[in-house]
């Protein structure tokens, strides 16, 4: 996506030229942000024999949080080229004062709506007699609004309560929509598990936290539900933070991330300027809504950064990458403790560049400053050996013979992190499902322990059994199955992975 950060001034000329106008862009609190307004006075080329058939809404219809905001479009169409302004008004007189729609289309809804649906209206200021309504689900925002209890711990202190964690894969972060700003929360959330009878539910997590997982990782992509000015949609935050709630409910510890956004979040020099403009104001968002939570949730910066594509990507990244992932991570450092409430203290994570486990990836990494003293962890993801744990060939593993690889990861994330007073968790492991759980079973328990003995818990990869790998090393297209749970029936198809699992974390 080379040609992303150009995109909104070429189109921008394109719709001028044809004489098209959308409504001002949303404002910011930030003073830096970037500018997308867009002129809404293309009126003055319309035809004065120009004549409105008809108006059009984008969205039609839309989902908004209490407390959150939209800002809608509209299209006058007509012959003659009609002038593009509207007037736009809320029909229910009953709504609450501080829901407003204002001259651009940004619809804000109070706090306090009591109204669980409105009626948005664009009325043609050329025609009045011509206009279109869109109706507007209005749903709760569950995040909390009083500050939580806050264990001020450290990192190490926290990470040595994590017995061993699970990630929501294949959910949050399912990418690559036409358009994630149109689609349904619940079609966003299982695209990629085979249709909403996956959607997350707390009797998933119930179910977890019964079987021994005291931890989980929610990966979320959030590229695909952000405006021209990087404005996440409320629906959406409402969304993951119902699921972050479900794994509050069960006491379970908690990563938090941003997941398949390396289309925007750029390490290469030519981009970086813009790709940390929007990093910080994605997380600014995040950090702000979660900000009450206690100890227990922590903030993720970044999955697997790199650049797709280079010759670098899975080597341990170039020294103009490693730079730039460093001012990501304290970026993130300075815009999470700058959104206050629990967050001044709140333990962070980041990740190694791909978080990979190659020793260039490890040196190239530095902590970032923080006013909290002690509460950064390292991340690190290592699917070793990869032909066993991945969709490569080999489907024996034997602790007698094929430790090695995973002897080495130990040992550089020991003597670069936890013996510097870094601590570490493995946020992805896991092998996949070629019909030899044995195997799988004796793997999971054997890295478990190891991991165990250096101090880092281990976070199985989950991604709901129906992934497919394009670049696997089985072939393109051949299956990558990490599930340990149906995420529809709740019932646990590999029990000798669990038991092995649990067995190597010492949970009983």
Not at 26 to 35: C, F, H, T, Y
Not at 186 to 214: C, H
Not at 218 to 224: A, D, M, Q
Not at 356 to 368: F, H, M, V, W, Y
Request: net charge negative; with cysteine.
């Amino acid at each position: 996506m080379k040609n992303f950060f150009k995109l909104q001034s070429f189109v921008i000329a394109i719709l001028l030229a044809i004489g098209l106008s959308f409504g001002a862009c949303v404002e910011s609190d930030d003073d830096n942000d970037i500018d997308n307004d867009i002129d809404n006075d293309s009126d003055n080329d319309s035809d004065s024999n120009a004549k409105v058939t008809g108006v059009s809404i984008s969205p039609s219809s839309a989902t908004i949080a209490k407390g959150g905001y939209w800002v809608f479009t509209t299209t006058v169409n007509g012959t003659g080229n009609p002038a593009q302004t509207v007037e736009w008004s809320i029909n229910e007189t009953d709504k609450a004062e501080g829901t407003t729609i204002d001259s651009s289309g940004k619809l804000i809804v109070a706090d306090n709506e009591n109204l669980t649906t409105i009626t948005i209206k664009a009325v043609s200021t050329a025609d009045t007699s011509k206009s279109r309504t869109a109706s507007i689900t209005i749903v709760n925002n569950p995040a909390y609004t009083t500050q939580q209890d806050f264990e001020d711990i450290t990192a190490t202190e926290l990470v040595s309560r994590i017995k061993v964690g699970w990630n929501l894969g294949n959910t949050f972060d399912a990418t690559n929509f036409p358009s994630g700003l149109t689609s349904s929360v619940s079609y966003l959330e299982t695209a990629w598990l085979g249709g909403e009878s996956r959607v997350t539910t707390k009797a998933l997590f119930d179910t977890l936290k019964n079987k021994g997982f005291n931890a989980v990782r929610i990966p979320v992509s959030w590229n695909k539900v952000i405006d021209a000015d990087y404005h996440i949609r409320s629906d959406w935050m409402a969304r993951v933070t119902e699921v972050v709630n479900y794994a509050v409910a069960n006491d379970m510890y908690i990563l938090l991330n941003t997941h398949h956004d390396d289309n925007i979040f750029k390490l290469t020099d030519a981009y970086i300027e813009q790709s940390l403009i929007i990093f910080g104001k994605i997380w600014e968002q995040i950090a702000a809504n979660f900000k009450n939570y206690d100890e227990k949730l922590i903030f993720e910066a970044l999955n697997e950064p790199r650049t797709e594509g280079s010759p670098n990507e899975w080597i341990g990244g170039s020294a103009e990458e490693h730079t730039n992932l460093n001012k990501y991570y304290q970026l993130f450092v300075n815009t999470v403790r700058e959104t206050g409430g629990n967050n001044d203290k709140r333990i962070l994570q980041i990740n190694t560049y791909a978080a990979s486990r190659e020793q260039a990836a490890i040196n190239g990494l530095a902590i970032p400053d923080d006013t909290a003293a002690d509460k950064i962890i390292v991340s690190i993801h290592a699917y070793v050996p990869q032909r066993f744990a991945m969709a490569g060939d080999t489907t024996t593993w034997t602790a007698s013979s094929s430790t090695n690889q995973i002897d080495t990861v130990m040992n550089r994330a020991k003597t670069a992190f936890i013996d510097n007073g870094i601590p570490v968790i493995f946020g992805e492991f896991g092998a996949a499902n070629k019909d030899n759980e044995e195997s799988r079973a004796l793997y999971a328990k054997t890295y478990i322990e190891k991991a165990k003995a250096i101090g880092a818990p281990c976070f199985w990869w989950d991604n709901g059994g129906l992934a497919v790998n394009p670049n696997s090393l089985a072939g393109p297209g051949q299956p990558e199955n990490f599930d340990l749970i149906k995420r529809d029936t709740l019932e646990f198809p590999f029990p000798a992975i669990i038991t092995a699992i649990m067995e190597g974390a010492g949970v009983e």
